[in-house]
Every structure is written in C-alpha cells, then in structure tokens.
C-alpha cells in the first residue's frame, strides 16, 4: 500500500435508499467516524448495474435489498464488509463474499415489532374489510361492509422465529388458538406462547387466518395445493418475501372464492404491478414491514455499528 492509499479516507455506499430519513444519527455516527458516505443518488432500490457501478471505490456498504451477487462483489475490489439495514440476506451471494473475504452482517432483531404490528394490523384490516371500504369512501362510496372478528379464531404462523413469536404475543388477548409450523420446533418456546405445533398441511386446513414469516427460499411454500386445503373463509397473510407464495395461485383462488382475502407486504418482483391489485379482498403494502420510525432508527444504527466493528476487525 503506497503512502496516498494509506491516507486515503475509507468510503462507504449506502445503497439502502431512505438512509437517515428517519433520523440524523446513523449519518452523524459515519461523519464522527471520518468515513466518506456516497449515497445512493436514484431514491430507490438499485439496480444489478446501478449497484455495479458505484461499489469499485467502497470499502464497506450499508446495504438494503439490492443484488449483491458475485458478478456486482467482484467488481468490489476494496470492499471488506456489507452491512444489511434488515434482517434478510438473500440478495446477497454468501459464497461469493466468502471467497473473496467480505463480511456480511445484518440487523437480526431490529424490526421484530415492525414486521409483528404490521402483520396484526393487516389481519385487522382484512377481517374487518378496512382497507375496502377507506378505499371506497376515498372514492364516494358510503357502504358498510360486513368483516369477521379475530377473537376466538385459529391463527396459522408459519415460521415460529423472532417476528412470528412477537405476533403470537400481540395475538394474545384476542384469544385465539394458535397453530405453528417450524423447521427447528422449540417445544418450550412453544409452551410459553400458548401455541402447538402441527405439520404444515393441518396448519392450513385448520387456521382461519395463515401468516408467513419465513426467510426468502429458493422454492414457494404455498402453491396451489396448499393454497387449495385452505378454508375458503380464511385468509393469508405474507409480510416475509414474496417468492414464499405462487402470486398467480393466490389470485385464481381469491377470484373463485376459494379463499376469503389476502394481505400481503411482501411480491416475487418488486415494485409489484400485478394484478392482485384488481381484487377488493386484498390489502396490499410496499413491502413497508419494517418502516416504523423507531425500528428504521435502530436498523440503521445497529448497521452503522456493524460495518464499524467489521472494519475494525480488518484493522481499518
Ligand atoms: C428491507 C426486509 O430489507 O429486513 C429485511 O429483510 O425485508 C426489509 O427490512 C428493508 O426495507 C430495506 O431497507
């Protein structure tokens, strides 16, 4: 390393788009460490190239979900650490930062009770047809549509980990049974949150309303078959990632009445334009699950800190 790289001030991209938008301190925090911040100049999610482009000069990036994948890491050649607002890792090829030394770090816990009021309020919403009927009024329409309650009702989580057991909790005073499936069964997890563990097909036969709180997987858990051992008063629920339910299955069984609603925060492309968005019966956000002020400040916080202890392990 020659004197000029040795001075060299270390760069870090934010390519996760409302950086700071929350708060000042997670900029402060890069400021006070003396690190150069270059930030994502487009507002919104990068692309493979845009990503391509703007990661040669940096040492570390703050990362949201744009792809990370080998071909993007291996024009990163000062890059020592990637550092995720957020909990998933899937637009990151972890072989690939493996190979070539990059850390990965992300915010595991940051968002649980975003992700977990979201979700509540999204089964509130469909069961009581709020979303419909705000929509309806908005546009002149005074009718009152008739909802369902929660209380008393069986509740399916599909994926018993961090957000999945926060809800379990939020669920508590409605009462409800709730039924979970789980790679990794924590019988006293289980036992605390009131919940029982069953295979996934009586989950989906038996709940009333089926909630997905999963990592993203290489293959859809709920395709047609699933989909088609739902009571077709139920409703589901996916605020995880979208590649977890077959879209195209979802719409043939709300449009037929196989299914009685859906709210979803999460879509395999994204911004999502399909068209779900032609049903009344389904509510749907812009993957905004962990966008709650307070969970944004600590992701970013939590993020900032991570690339700092990372580069500090490199000796940076
Ligand atoms: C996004 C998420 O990463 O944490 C995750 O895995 O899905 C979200 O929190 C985040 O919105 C990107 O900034």
Request: aromatic share 4%.
């Amino acid at each position: 390393m020659n004197a000029q790289e040795m001075n060299r001030r270390l760069s870090v991209l934010l390519s996760v788009s409302s950086f700071g938008v929350a708060s000042s301190t997670p900029l402060r925090m890069l400021e006070e460490a003396g690190i150069e911040v270059v930030m994502n100049p487009y507002g919104r999610r990068l692309t493979e190239d845009e990503v391509s482009d703007l990661i040669p000069l940096a040492d570390a990036v703050i990362a949201g979900t744009e792809p990370l994948n080998s071909r993007v890491l291996e024009r990163a050649t000062r890059l020592r650490v990637i550092s995720r607002v957020g909990v998933g890792l899937e637009n990151i090829d972890m072989n690939a930062a493996l190979q070539l030394g990059i850390a990965v770090r992300n915010t595991p816990d940051a968002l649980t009770d975003a992700v977990a009021e979201l979700t509540l309020g999204g089964i509130l919403s469909v069961l009581r047809r709020i979303g419909q009927m705000d929509r309806e009024m908005h546009q002149g329409l005074w009718e009152r549509r008739m909802g369902s309650l929660l209380r008393g009702r069986t509740v399916g989580i599909i994926g018993l980990g961090r957000i999945g057991r926060r809800l379990a909790q939020l669920l508590e005073p409605f009462e409800v049974r709730i039924l979970a499936s789980d790679r990794a069964p924590d019988d006293g997890v289980a036992n605390t949150l009131g919940a029982s563990y069953v295979d996934i097909d009586t989950l989906l036969a038996e709940a009333d309303v089926v909630t997905l709180h999963l990592p993203g997987l290489a293959e859809p858990v709920l395709g047609k078959r699933e989909l088609n051992l739902m009571k077709p008063t139920a409703i589901l629920v996916n605020a995880s990632r979208g590649g977890l339910v077959e879209e195209g299955a979802l719409h043939a069984a709300l449009l037929e009445g196989r299914l009685a609603g859906a709210y979803l925060d999460a879509f395999s492309t994204e911004p999502y334009e399909g068209e779900l968005r032609n049903l009344a019966n389904v509510l749907l956000t812009p993957h905004a699950g962990s966008y709650a002020a307070e969970a944004r400040e600590r992701m970013e916080i939590e993020a900032v800190e991570n690339m700092l202890s990372a580069l500090r392990e490199f000796g940076e």
